[in-house]
């Protein structure tokens, strides 16, 4: 009896700890219809050109290591040639992702963010003290109601920008998959090379 009650009181626990978890997920996500949520995307994209330039500044160090260290055999193996166009392939491929697919997706993302602003959608006023967040109320473009045309052409323009955004960002998600596939072959052929010098 006392063990049921104490898996009856674990259950109990669980269910609260998941029901705070659920208000903070959706308290962060109507957050990012705010003007502070609208910070953090100015945020994100100042951190991936910092992220993209890091990570080819590792993979070009990398290589640099590899061809001075093992600089007879760069040229006559056909591993050591392998390892050398993995690591180009890597760098070409974040340098796509840094110099085109970023600044485009970013350039995407403030266009609808625009488009919507607009609108007056995409855009909540916060009521209620600190934190919490009573009904959020959209805030509404001041010039009278558009005829239906221009909305259908406000919509239509919205929906190119989400299909254009999700173009990118899968271009862009293809291409760190791809660098993440090749970095971990690279990682294997160092563990190798490990295990033959032990």
Same mark, same amino acid.
């Given at each position: 009896?006392?063990?049921?009650?104490?898996?009856?009181?674990?259950?109990?626990?669980?269910?609260?700890?998941?029901?705070?978890?659920?208000?903070?997920?959706?308290?962060?996500?109507?957050?990012?219809?705010?003007?502070?949520?609208?910070?953090?995307?100015?945020?994100?994209?100042?951190?991936?050109?910092?992220?993209?330039?890091?990570?080819?500044?590792?993979?070009?160090?990398?290589?640099?290591?590899?061809?001075?260290?093992?600089?007879?055999?760069?040229?006559?193996?056909?591993?050591?040639?392998?390892?050398?166009?993995?690591?180009?392939?890597?760098?070409?491929?974040?340098?796509?992702?840094?110099?085109?697919?970023?600044?485009?997706? @970013?350039? !995407?993302?403030?266009?609808?963010?625009?488009? $919507?602003?607009? %609108?007056?959608?995409? &855009?909540? =006023?916060?009521?209620? *003290?600190?934190?919490?967040?009573?009904?959020?109320?959209?805030? @509404?473009? !001041?010039?009278?109601?558009?005829?239906?045309? $221009?909305?259908? %052409?406000?919509?239509? &323009?919205? =929906?190119?920008?989400? *299909?254009?955004?999700?173009?990118?960002?899968?271009?862009?998600?293809?291409?760190?998959?791809?660098?993440?596939?090749?970095?971990?072959?690279?990682?294997?052929?160092?563990?190798?090379?490990?295990?033959?010098?032990?």
């Amino acid at each position: 009896m006392e063990a049921a009650r104490n898996v009856s009181e674990k259950v109990d626990k669980v269910k609260e700890s998941t029901g705070q978890a659920k208000s903070s997920v959706s308290e962060f996500l109507s957050h990012m219809g705010s003007p502070e949520g609208l910070d953090s995307l100015m945020a994100v994209s100042k951190i991936y050109p910092v992220y993209f330039r890091a990570l080819a500044y590792c993979i070009g160090a990398a290589l640099l290591g590899h061809v001075l260290g093992q600089r007879k055999k760069v040229f006559t193996s056909k591993a050591e040639k392998f390892q050398v166009y993995n690591l180009l392939a890597s760098i070409l491929m974040v340098l796509i992702n840094t110099l085109y697919l970023e600044p485009l997706a @970013t350039k !995407a993302m403030f266009e609808k963010l625009k488009i $919507e602003k607009e %609108e007056g959608r995409g &855009r909540e =006023i916060p009521r209620g *003290e600190g934190n919490r967040r009573a009904e959020a109320q959209p805030v @509404t473009a !001041a010039a009278p109601v558009a005829e239906n045309t $221009e909305q259908r %052409e406000i919509s239509s &323009r919205i =929906i190119r920008q989400n *299909e254009r955004l999700k173009k990118l960002n899968s271009y862009s998600s293809l291409l760190n998959i791809v660098t993440l596939m090749a970095l971990s072959w690279r990682l294997v052929y160092l563990g190798q090379n490990l295990h033959g010098t032990c």
